[in-house]
């Protein structure tokens, strides 16, 4: 069973950029896919980005594509969201989420995740 810790959120001004780390512990974290979402106030967890096992896929939502790149470290157990050009429409708490899968997919939907980290603030001001 893996956990995951959150980290490297904050206040950052339009056009700016945060890197955002995911560290899991416990389980073996590269017979995990892995993906982010984020939820804004009064809005429902929408997906960010995802992650295959080793690194090999990945996918992103539309409001991120070419802003965004998620990766993984599997030595060092941590994956990573950079954002770039953040802009008001960002701002949300980010979840990370893991799926234990013997496959090189990559899943985009909640109901695929099964564990959760407990989020970090984004805050991008304008």
């Known amino acids: 069973q893996v956990q995951l810790v959150e980290s490297g959120g904050g206040l950052v001004q339009t056009g700016g950029s945060l890197r955002l780390s995911c560290a899991a512990s416990g389980g073996t974290f590269s017979a995990y896919a892995m993906g982010w979402f984020r939820q804004a106030p009064g809005k429902e967890r929408e997906f960010v980005a995802a992650i295959s096992r080793y690194g090999t896929n990945t996918n992103y939502a539309d409001s991120v594509k070419g802003r965004f790149t998620i990766s993984r470290d599997n030595a060092k157990r941590t994956m990573y969201l950079q954002m770039n050009s953040l802009n008001p429409e960002d701002t949300a708490v980010y979840f990370c989420?893991?799926?234990?899968?013997?496959?090189?997919?990559?899943?985009?939907?909640?109901?695929?995740?099964?564990?959760w980290g407990q989020g970090t603030q984004v805050t991008v001001s304008s």
């Open positions: 989420a893991a799926r234990y899968t013997g496959a090189t997919t990559i899943f985009t939907h909640m109901k695929d995740y099964g564990y």
